[in-house]
T-cell receptor, first 110, second 118 residues
Framework: DADVTQTPRNRITKTGKRIMLECSQT?????MYWYRQDPGLGLRLIYY???????NKGEISDGYSVSRQAQAKFSLSLESAIPNQTALYFC?????????FGSGTRLTVV | AQSVTQLDSQVPVFEEAPVELRCNYS??????LFWYVQYPNQGLQLLLK??????LVKGINGFEAEFNKSQTSFHLRKPSVHISDTAEYFC????????????????FGKGTKLSVKP
């Protein structure tokens, strides 16, 4: 099993719908992150969490919310999806030595 | 806070030629530097990282990078590329995690698309 698992892998949703992207990890790391990748813009940080009670906004948090249900689970929600949230989303965990990324969720909002 | 600039958005090169992908960073604290590769329709794979020690870092697939503190650069090099190296490459930087706050968050450049032609 992968160290960081993201579900779903692909999702198409309609404008205005609420959608949740899920991330779980088996690394035992406290720190977890959500990034979004857009062509030509690289990866940008949406939210990060240092432990279950410590959640912080990243560079581009507007339109998103997160929930840290347990050390191993970190979910990203789009309360009302819009087309410019179409992107590839990555979850990651980290310790001092480095980051571990999930395989990504490709989200299309139509 | 840290930032990363990848100086070339696209680099076309012929097979077996050398390549250099340029990365500059800025930071008010000590830095750790990374290069990731993303093959078409795939996730991120770590190529190499600089945490401390020797400034010349060797990674997978024959790539290497040199940390130059005076020039705040971390350029990626390969002496002879293959068609299979066609991918997007991301430079990333973070500060020490024990500084607290956002210093330890990984900040990415916008990416460089390497296109290797036969």
């Amino acid at each position: 099993d992968a160290d960081v698992t993201q579900t779903p892998r692909n999702r198409i949703t309609k404008t205005g719908k609420r959608i949740m992207l899920e991330c779980s990890q088996t690394k035992g790391h406290d720190r977890m992150y959500w990034y979004r990748q857009d062509p030509g813009l690289g990866l940008r940080l949406i939210y990060y969490s240092f432990d279950v009670k410590d959640i912080n906004k990243g560079e581009i948090s507007d339109g998103y919310s997160v929930s840290r249900q347990a050390q191993a689970k970190f979910s990203l929600s789009l309360e009302s999806a819009i087309p410019n949230q179409t992107a590839l989303y990555f979850c990651a965990t980290s310790v001092e030595g480095g980051y571990t990324f999930g395989s990504g969720t490709r989200l299309t909002v139509v | 806070a840290q930032s990363v600039t990848q100086l070339d958005s696209q680099v076309p090169v012929f097979e077996e030629a050398p390549v250099e992908l340029r990365c500059n960073y800025s930071s008010s604290v000590s830095v750790y530097l990374f290069w990731y590769v993303q093959y078409p329709n795939q996730g991120l794979q770590l190529l190499l990282k600089y945490l401390s020690g020797s400034t010349l870092v060797k990674g997978i697939n024959g790539f290497e990078a040199e940390f130059n503190k005076s020039q705040t650069s971390f350029h990626l090099r390969k002496p002879s590329v293959h068609i299979s190296d066609t991918a997007e490459y991301f430079c990333a930087v973070r500060g020490p995690m024990n500084y607290g706050g956002s210093q330890g968050n990984l900040i990415f450049g916008k990416g460089t698309k390497l296109s290797v032609k036969p």
